[in-house]
């Protein structure tokens, strides 16, 4: 059973960049696609970002264009480069497979200030 361990949250200013790690205590080489999604206070997790074994990526509209998905499937290993963070941006940021198949993890804490 893959574990998921998220990392690389914190403060940002507006305008600032944040890269986001996803540990995976298993192989993740096997999985097809894996995802970055995210929660706010008050609001449903959403999908913010895909990436297949292939590379193919796939975005949330509203982060398109500043947010880039990787991964390293040596180090079992989910990135996000999250540039021109936006105050909207703030949320725990969560990875796990998409579909979701796995336990959620902690999270990472995104906050975003002026």
């Known amino acids: 059973q893959v574990q998921l361990v998220e990392s690389g949250g914190g403060l940002v200013q507006a305008g600032g960049s944040l890269r986001l790690s996803c540990a995976a205590s298993g192989i993740i080489s096997s999985i097809n696609a894996m995802g970055w999604y995210r929660q706010a206070p008050g609001k449903q997790r959403e999908l913010v970002a895909t990436?297949?074994?292939?590379?193919?990526?796939n975005y949330l509209d509203s982060v398109k264009g500043r947010f880039t998905i990787s991964r390293d499937n040596a180090k079992n290993t989910v990135y996000l480069q999250m540039n021109s963070l936006k105050f909207e941006d703030a949320a725990v940021y969560y990875c796990?497979?998409?579909?979701?198949?796995?336990?959620w993890g902690q999270g990472t804490q995104v906050t975003v200030s002026s």
């Open positions: 990436i297949t074994s292939s590379g193919s990526t």
């Open positions: 796990n497979t998409d579909p979701v198949a796995r336990p």
